[in-house]
Every structure is written in structure tokens, then in C-alpha cells.
């Protein structure tokens, strides 16, 4: 079956403690792009991943990191978790970056940082 | 702000009614996507209309856009207890890749 799968699905951590979200597609898409959904601010794009070894900031990295050494796989990075990266996170993937392209989204991580 | 504003923030209809719901964008776009989410899951994609189109159609969903207004809306019509989800415009920019920004979304309930 074609998805994206994000690892963990919850997770509770403390402020300053290293993590690292997983997200994984099965269709050899070449984008892919993690989004954060806070109520009354809709979702806003964190990075995004052109292809492999190719990332970009999108409108709210702060605080953030990715890396693309497999097509496949672009994890998310939060060296220091802080009380304001309290999020539900998503994971998307699309065939590629051009336009007219539908996004495929990941079941959602949601991130609690006490 | 590139993000569409969606319209109205909640609706609430009866089981078998139609529901519309609108969308607006302050810039040119290259397409209009529209997406749904069941509450606390994932996005899922549901159409996209390109900024030459004026209107398309997938099943029960109807989606028009008007590039003169910067607005598009998407009806549902003969609406179930499954359509019940939030409902999200992302019109798409391309800036070095094609960049969605995503609105408030609105809240449909269908009540049986």
C-alpha cells in the first residue's frame, strides 16, 4: 500500500532532550516536507527536501533540522525541544517538487514538550 | 499572507444536504489544491484545479475558481457522516518548488 509513515505517532519529552521524528514513503516520491498544525495558525511548512541531499527551510525551521540520505526517508530533527515546539507534526511526500502536483501526508506526530 | 482563508470557519448541516464552502488567496497562483482531515489524522488530498481551470469535478465534490476574485469554493453535495472533517484550501505557489500554504480550514459536521 502506498503511504507515508511517521514514527512515533505521540510522544512526550522534556525540554532540552534531543529527538528525532522518522518519516518514510514507499513511493519513490522525490519531495518531501515536514508541516506543524497548531490551532489558529493552520499548518506551516518547517523544511522541505527537493531530493536526496537536497533540503530547504521553509516559513518556520527554527528550532529544526532535516537531513535526505535516502530518498525515502527525511527525518526530523529537534536537537532541543522547547514548551513552544508543542505541536501535531506531519510528514508529506509528492512525486516531485514542480507544480500541479497533489501532497501525500503521514498519520501525524504529536509532540508534547514539557 | 500567501495562505487562503477559508469560509465559514464551521458549518453544520443535515445528512443528504449539500455543503459549500469557499476560499480565498491574496496572490497568483499556479493551482488550488483542497485537502480533508478526520480529526487528529492526516491530510488527504481531494482535488486539484489548475489556475486555467474554472471548474472540476471528483465524485460528490465540485470546485470551482475564479482567478479574477482570487477565490475558489468546493461543494459537496449530498453529504454523509463521513464527509464530517476539516476541510483546507492550499492554493500553490511555485517559488524553486511548488510551495502549499495551508488556511484555518473549515470544520464541517454532517448530522445524521
Known amino acids: 500500500e502506498a503511504q507515508v509513515t511517521q514514527n512515533p505517532r505521540y510522544l512526550i519529552t522534556v525540554t532540552g532532550k534531543k529527538l528525532t521524528v522518522t518519516c518514510s514513503q514507499n513511493m519513490n516520491h522525490e519531495y518531501m516536507s515536514w508541516y506543524r498544525q497548531d490551532p489558529g495558525l493552520g499548518l506551516r511548512q518547517i523544511y522541505y527536501?527537493?531530493?536526496?541531499?537536497?533540503?530547504d527551510k521553509g516559513d518556520v525551521p527554527e528550532g529544526y533540522k532535516v537531513s535526505r540520505k535516502e530518498k525515502r526517508n527525511f527525518p526530523l530533527i529537534l536537537e532541543s525541544p522547547s514548551p513552544n515546539q508543542t505541536s501535531l507534526y506531519f510528514c508529506?511526500?509528492?512525486?516531485?517538487?514542480?507544480?500541479?502536483?497533489?501532497?501525500?501526508f503521514g498519520p501525524g506526530t504529536r509532540l508534547l514538550v514539557l | 499572507s500567501q495562505q487562503g482563508e477559508e469560509d465559514p470557519q464551521a458549518l453544520s448541516i443535515q445528512e443528504g444536504e449539500n455543503a459549500t464552502m469557499n476560499c480565498s488567496y491574496k496572490?497568483?497562483?499556479?493551482?488550488l489544491q483542497w485537502y480533508r482531515q478526520n480529526s487528529g489524522r492526516g491530510l488527504v488530498h481531494l482535488i486539484l484545479i489548475r489556475s486555467n481551470e474554472r471548474e472540476k469535478h471528483s465524485g460528490r465534490l465540485r470546485v470551482t475558481l475564479d482567478t479574477s476574485k482570487k477565490s475558489s469554493s468546493l461543494l459537496i453535495t449530498a453529504s454523509r457522516a463521513a464527509d464530517t472533517a476539516s476541510y483546507f484550501c492550499a492554493p500553490s505557489y511555485f517559488q524553486g518548488a511548488q510551495k502549499l500554504v495551508f488556511g484555518q480550514g473549515t470544520r464541517l459536521t454532517i448530522n445524521p
Open positions: 508529506a511526500s509528492s512525486l516531485s517538487g514542480r507544480p500541479n502536483v497533489a501532497q501525500y
Open positions: 496572490t497568483s497562483i499556479n493551482n
Open positions: 527536501s527537493m531530493n536526496v541531499e537536497v533540503t
